[in-house]
């Protein structure tokens, strides 16, 4: 799961620095911090909800409205990083308009993949140490066998012998 947030992220980031590079070479002469200032002010107001007063509830409703706080509460942070998000990526494609995507891209990827490598090294640990121990017991197992074949086969040879 949070490799699925930091996905997403990056994926945003990535979008809005893009747009930003696109801003930046239709018309150079913008004001991008104006204009992300005022993109963020418009998206905050669009998308902030209030949270309701429970000063003048009955105790009836007051867990329901405690529970719709939490999902606002919730809801605005989200929106919050998102709009940081935007503002961050608009500002830094604009100002870093020579910045290649591709290698953005790939930078990203080699991060992934040196992630899932990391995170799997104890589960190889744990599956190779499993093999080990399974290779013991199989081991074990066969020794085992031999020597009680051997056993049988002396024992059957000496009585053979004996008689």
């Known amino acids: ?16 620095i893009g ?17 992300s200032d005022n993109i963020t002010a418009q998206l905050r107001s669009k998308l902030h909800f209030n949270i309701t007063d429970l000063s003048n509830v009955s105790m ?16 605005n942070f989200i929106t919050g990083v998102s709009i940081e998000v935007i503002g961050f990526g ?17 930078t ?3 991060l992934f993949i040196i992630y899932v490598i990391l ?5 190889l640990i ?3 140490y499993f093999i080990y121990l399974l290779y013991k017991v199989i081991r074990d197992w066969i020794r085992k066998k031999r020597i009680r074949k051997s056993n049988l086969k002396r024992n059957g040879d000496e009585n053979n012998g004996n008689n």
């Not at 747009?19 to 204009?35: E, M, W």
């Not at 009836?60 to 809801?75: A, K, P, W």
């Not at 604009?94 to 290698?103: E, G, K, L, M, S």
């Not at 995170?119 to 589960?123: F, G």
């Open 119 to 123: 995170v799997s090294i104890i589960p």
């Open 60 to 75: 009836e409703d007051r867990n329901m409205y405690r529970i719709n706080n939490l999902f606002y509460t919730s809801f």
């Open 126 to 128: 744990v599956v190779g």
């Open 108 to 110: 990203i990827v080699n």
């Open 1 to 16: 799961m949070k490799l699925l947030g930091l996905l997403v992220g990056l994926v945003l980031i990535l979008s809005f």
């Open 90 to 106: 608009l500002e830094y494609g604009y100002n870093n308009p020579q910045w290649d995507a591709f290698r953005i891209v790939k």
């Open 19 to 35: 747009i930003g590079q696109t801003l930046y070479h239709s018309d150079n002469t913008r004001d991008i911090y104006g204009d």
